[in-house]
């Protein structure tokens, strides 16, 4: 399971959740990072507070009201196999542009338009959001997974090593305490294509780091003592 869920901000304008109380949207924004791959979870009230909301004082009949709020305002199914409850929250994937693929194995199993019939009674067209998913549906998929891949590719490029100027090296020294010849370091790396040993370089800094620690002066003085004197010496 991914550390977080996708929210689309169009929730804000939900008429289904703005009909329910404050606290069962509580439940439903607590419980919504938690949801297996499918949008599932178990419905037991003492294991939703304990895991979701542990900092929150609602009790289990509470927490059980406002799970059957939600369900009858039809935010999430309520259903039963071979005795145990779960809940699913509906239309969840339509709203997730994660790789599903990607995710661990889920251990809840999921409702089917059968169960739901029999639980829920829900409507056709909310049974219809259970089914085989439609063209429109599959399509947006695509075009999500293809915006994920150019926004990789995008992340990519900007984490490419850019070579430090000579501003950000001063600056950097005189964050860490730390002095180089800034002049000999930029003569050295430009030399030889900003390599270190053989492999291209990938964080400047710590090159810095390591290159003043190599060229330290044997003076028996700390980095800080070394640069209040440097200090006073530009006075």
Not at 112 to 121: E, F, G, I, M, N
Not at 134 to 145: E, I
Not at 190 to 206: L, P, Q, T, Y
Request: charged share 35%.
């Amino acid at each position: 399971m991914p550390r977080g869920r996708m929210l689309d901000k169009r929730i804000s304008e939900s008429k289904k959740l703005g009909s329910v109380s404050d606290k069962s949207k509580v439940i439903y924004f607590m419980l919504l990072p938690h949801l297996d791959k499918n949008g599932c979870f178990k419905c037991v009230p003492g294991l939703i507070k304990w895991t979701t909301m542990p900092n929150i004082d609602y009790d289990f009949k509470t927490m059980d009201k406002c799970l059957r709020e939600l369900n009858e305002a039809k935010l999430l199914i309520i259903y039963n196999v071979n005795g145990d409850e779960y809940l699913q929250y509906i239309k969840f994937r339509e709203f997730q542009t994660n790789d599903v693929s990607k995710e661990g194995i889920t251990d809840i199993p999921e409702p089917t338009p059968d169960l739901l019939q029999t639980y829920s009674k829900p409507t056709p067209d909310l049974l219809q959001t259970y089914s085989k998913p439609t063209p429109d549906l599959l399509q947006t998929q695509v075009k999500d997974k293809e915006q994920d891949k150019d926004k990789g590719k995008g992340e990519d490029k900007r984490s490419a090593f850019k070579k430090p100027t000579r501003e950000q090296l001063t600056d950097y020294m005189n964050e860490k305490l730390i002095y180089i010849d800034i002049d000999a370091f930029l003569d050295y790396y430009e030399s030889n294509g900003w390599k270190v040993g053989r492999n291209a370089m990938k964080d400047w800094k710590a090159t810095v780091r390591r290159w003043a620690k190599n060229t330290q002066p044997d003076d028996g003085l700390t980095k800080a003592q070394r640069a209040t004197m440097k200090s006073i010496e530009e006075l």
